[in-house]
């Protein structure tokens, strides 16, 4: 059964800098593609980011290119969102996929989901 499981996130101050992790557990093959999701109360869950497996290209949200970098670690099976120049507005559950096919920013139809990890920035 595939598990996604994130970590790292925390509280930081307007500006400053935090990476979270997604760890995916049992398949033995990559998914086609990952991505970070965030949802802020009162809030409908939104894109930030998704890679893809097959060229490795990454499609930023408008509201954190510049700002926050996706990667991979194969090896690993993880994932990683490097989050600089946080702003309040940043201030959400993170939230990891996966999929065994096409997706985009959307995250309607994602296959599979982690449980979340907070980010909070503070001003």
């Known amino acids: 059964q595939v598990q996604l499981v994130e970590s790292g996130g925390g509280s930081v101050e307007v500006g400053g800098s935090l990476r979270i992790s997604c760890a995916a557990y049992g398949y033995s093959y990559d998914f086609y593609c990952m991505g970070w999701f965030r949802q802020a109360p009162g809030k409908e869950r939104e894109g930030v980011v998704v890679v893809y497996a097959a060229d490795g290209s990454a499609n930023y949200a408008d509201s954190v290119k510049g700002r926050f970098t996706i990667s991979r670690d194969n090896a690993k099976n993880t994932v990683y969102l490097q989050m600089n120049n946080l702003k309040p507005e940043d201030t959400a559950m993170y939230y990891c996929?996966?999929?065994?096919?096409?997706?985009?920013?959307?995250?309607?139809?994602?296959?599979?989901w982690g449980q979340g990890t907070q980010v909070t920035v503070s001003s």
């Open positions: 996929a996966a999929d065994w096919t096409h997706r985009d920013l959307s995250p309607r139809e994602w296959r599979y």
